[in-house]
């Protein structure tokens, strides 16, 4: 190896005098976080106590498995590092669309159990009706002028007797609008007892509901049941007017009757709305011990600039959030059961995360045995383990949780050599103590599934101090060279979330004397990586189609479910199909649904809002069309839409931003096109900038806001060739930018996305009509196409779509 015992000493010491250099600074702990509950000022609760240690307990354990670095002092990088991330990722608004409607269902809730309802009107039969002043405050200026005065009076309760002119059914409808957004039983004979209390309480917006009504009444009744519709819509709107109202009166102070303490700052807020956004003040209000009655709370440990935000949620429903305040407003959300706030922290975690942040998040879910959000942020930790390892954080992982994640099917790699680097990586952050881990973290690499220029790497051990070194390395040499792989080493098996599902399709018989429709279902239960660039698809066999086989069909998923549509059983003039079925891989069952209004085979079939699009096609082998339908999955039924411009056949169509784009194909006179249009269900086609080349049987996807063409073929002059370039479309600047071609022709193959990569599936050769037995993958990352070995069964004319299949299929 022209490896000297000199070079071995020389290299271990400047190692040493490095990682000397490296660990002159001791890392610290995080600073302890905010952590109290609410605190009356008593000292000697023994129940409050146990809480707070409880919760102490569980934010200490998550300083002790995070990785944020915060208060080291000499680790300029990690600053460096920490400091960048907090610029990369600015603060944003997160919003819950629906908060308006449930915190008032929450209030109104608490209006039937006269949970601290401090508004009593009474009316002249002597009915007492009881509300929330704050509530009834945000529709009536006569209420809140009466809110004002009690706040200036310091007192709890308001009491209004209402004029002889205000009715019971009126205040009735006026409480219901201020609780629901609407008033349910207004009518002729109700309207004018309605309009005499929403003018004596001055309620507006009821007055011109009232208005609306009398001249609905005028109107024919197909025009008042659309009216009526509008306003169900409209309640949720009133809703969230009411709450802006509620906003109003608490940022002036309005009716506050409570003041929460942290860190010395002083928070005015309304009880009903504390009690209505959180269990723990719900709780805390209704205990009956000397917190109900007292106007302030402390909160002790708790952070002003966490309850600060959890109030401003309370009143509109959303929050701003970065990563720089995140972990620990949602413990304090956890701790004090804010659910809505709660719910957006969860949801920021779940679309923000990142290579960088995903430990940190995984550790914060152990700590507070958040198992969902746990279960989430490993598993993006496994799919993205290359750029989660090339963090600095990584180097801190405890490391019975890097052996498990080594150990892991779903860990996502492209070599051994990258698991060999990971390892590495993390045993040089600290290598005086970590070097002890290295025989049991390297039986967690494949070394036998290395190339020889790979296993070059794996010298760098000989340089580790306080380890046998080169015993270590002839072991893992040894490994290497072994030529008797077993079950276990011979591949990595990789378990994606979701499956590959191959349907119907061609395939040559066993003596290869004809091609034959099949009926097979075939999905990818595992990928497999062998030694080198080596990898296989594992393809299992789901099942059969219902009744006949077909090929030249479409596939696709709504909602968990696979949709198989049209297609041809054979190869007489009369063998199109215009049929749909369903299939639930839950119930493992296929239903019949309603057929296309027209034949199709070789057409485009995309989904769009939840309905599928059957575009163009041929009718039968002679014949293309322009026609589109859709189907309803709601209504069972298919119905026709704006006609392409002309007839297309073995074209390819893809949804991008919620926009059906169409490419190539056949026209009517079985010409090669080159078109890229833009379909719209009710205006039709509109043309786009032509690809490089003309392109018909091929595929096309949408991946990182592109949409990708591969295979298929060309023609020129009436000829037809394999087309093996690839490129892809900006609809953004409205351009064609060619990638790496591929190395095998796909003509008539299938494709779909999975977990952010494209598959172009079987296929065949134009040139000799030899099948394509291949599965081509290509990663936008890393701009090439691979090569997975083998199709299942059927080769040509298949469709493919993703589809989540229970785990005892996957098994």
Same mark, same amino acid.
């Given at each position: ?594 057929? *296309? ?6 057409? &485009?079939?995309? !989904? #769009?809002? @939840? %309905?599928?699009?059957? +575009? =163009? $096609? ?123 071609? *591929? ?6 193959? &299938?494709?779909? !996305? #999975?977990? @952010? %990569?494209?598959?172009? +599936? =079987? $296929? ?48």
């Amino acid at each position: 190896m022209n490896y000297t015992e000199e070079d071995k000493n020389s290299e271990e010491d400047n190692k040493k005098a490095r990682y000397m250099k490296l660990l002159q600074g001791s890392e610290q702990q995080m600073e302890n976080s905010h952590n109290g509950l609410f605190h009356t000022g008593d000292d000697d609760d023994d129940d409050d106590d146990d809480d707070d240690d409880a919760n102490n307990n569980k934010k200490q354990q998550f300083k002790k498995t995070s990785f944020d670095n915060d208060n080291d002092n000499d680790n300029d990088a990690t600053n460096s590092e920490t400091s960048e991330e907090y610029e990369e990722y600015p603060e944003k608004l997160y919003y819950h669309p629906a908060y308006p409607n449930s915190i008032f269902q929450a209030l109104e809730e608490m209006k039937r159990l006269y949970f601290l309802t401090d508004l009593t009107i009474r009316t002249q039969s002597e009915v007492n009706f009881h509300a929330h002043s704050l509530v009834l405050a945000a529709v009536s200026s006569l209420i809140q002028k009466m809110l004002q005065q009690v706040n200036e009076k310091n007192k709890r309760e308001i009491f209004l007797r209402v004029g002889p002119e205000v009715s019971d059914l009126g205040v009735s409808a006026v409480l219901e609008f201020a609780y629901t957004g609407t008033i349910s039983d207004l009518n002729s004979g109700s309207l004018a007892q309605v309009q005499a209390a929403a003018l004596y309480l001055g309620v507006p917006r009821v007055l011109k509901i009232c208005k609306e009504e009398e001249e609905r009444q005028r109107k024919k009744d197909g025009e008042k049941k659309m009216e009526e519709k509008n306003s169900r819509i409209s309640a949720e709107e009133q809703k969230k007017v009411s709450l802006q109202s509620i906003r109003q009166l608490w940022e002036e102070r309005v009716g506050c009757d409570v003041e929460v303490v942290a860190e010395g700052r002083i928070f005015s807020a309304h009880r009903v709305i504390l009690s209505a956004s959180s269990d723990y003040f719900r709780a805390m209000f209704s205990s009956g011990m000397k917190e109900t009655h007292q106007t302030s709370v402390s909160l002790l440990l708790m952070g002003a600039p966490e309850l600060e935000a959890l109030l401003h949620c309370c009143y509109s429903g959303d929050l701003f959030l970065d990563w720089g305040c995140i972990f620990e407003l949602t413990s304090t959300a956890l701790q004090f059961q804010f659910q809505p706030a709660l719910s957006l922290c969860l949801n920021f975690m779940h679309q923000e995360m990142d290579a960088h942040r995903c430990l940190d998040v995984a550790a914060f879910a152990e700590a507070y045995e958040m198992n969902d959000l746990q279960e989430m942020a490993e598993d993006f930790t496994l799919r993205h383990f290359e750029d989660v390892a090339a963090t600095l954080k990584f180097q801190d992982l405890p490391v019975e949780k890097l052996k498990t994640y080594l150990r892991s099917n779903y860990l996502c790699v492209t070599s051994e050599l990258s698991v060999f680097r990971a390892v590495v990586s993390w045993i040089e952050a600290d290598p005086w103590t970590r070097v002890k881990e290295a025989r049991d973290l390297m039986r967690t690499v494949l070394f036998p599934l290395m190339t020889f220029t790979e296993f070059r790497e794996v010298k760098v051990i000989m340089s580790w101090p306080q380890v046998s070194d080169r015993d270590l390395y002839e072991s893992l040499f040894e490994e290497f060279c072994t030529s008797t792989f077993n079950s276990h080493s011979d591949f990595r098996t990789y378990l994606p979330k979701e499956t590959l599902v191959l349907v119907g399709g061609e395939r040559i018989t066993e003596n290869l004397e004809k091609r034959i429709p099949c009926r097979e279902i075939w999905f990818s239960n595992s990928f497999r990586n062998h030694v080198g660039l080596m990898k296989r698809v594992e393809w299992r066999k789901l099942g059969d189609l219902p009744e006949k086989p077909r090929f030249c069909h479409s596939v696709t998923v709504i909602s968990g479910k696979l949709y198989v549509v049209g297609g041809r059983h054979y190869y007489g003039k009369d063998d199109t199909m215009k049929c749909t079925y369903s299939y639930d891989p839950i119930q493992n069952s296929w239903q019949r649904l309603a057929d *296309m209004n027209e034949r199709r085979d070789n057409f &485009a079939l995309v !989904v #769009l809002d @939840g %309905k599928m699009f059957a +575009i =163009g $096609g041929d009718k039968n082998s002679e014949v293309n069309i322009g026609s589109v339908e859709v189907y309803c999955p709601f209504t069972d039924c298919w119905s026709f839409v704006h006609p392409l411009d002309q007839p297309l056949s073995s074209h390819a169509a893809s949804v991008w931003n919620g926009e059906i784009f169409i490419s190539g194909g056949f026209d009517s006179r079985y010409q090669c096109l080159a078109s890229m249009m833009f379909y719209h269900p009710e205006k039709g086609t509109t043309y786009l900038v032509d690809m490089s080349q003309s392109r018909a049987q091929h595929c096309m996807e949408t991946l990182k806001d592109c949409l990708y063409v591969a295979g298929g073929v060309s023609g020129v002059g009436g000829q037809l060739f394999d087309q093996l370039a690839c490129e892809f479309f900006d609809p953004v600047n409205g351009y064609w930018c060619a990638i790496m071609p *591929m190395s095998l022709p796909h003509v008539s193959a &299938a494709s779909a !996305v #999975l977990e @952010g %990569k494209i598959y172009i +599936i =079987g $296929g065949y050769c134009h040139e000799d009509y030899s099948d394509t037995k291949v599965v081509h993958r290509f990663d936008p990352a890393m701009q090439h196409w691979e090569n997975l070995c083998g199709t299942p069964g059927s080769n040509t004319y298949i469709a493919a779509c993703v589809l989540a299949l229970p785990h005892h299929l996957r098994q």
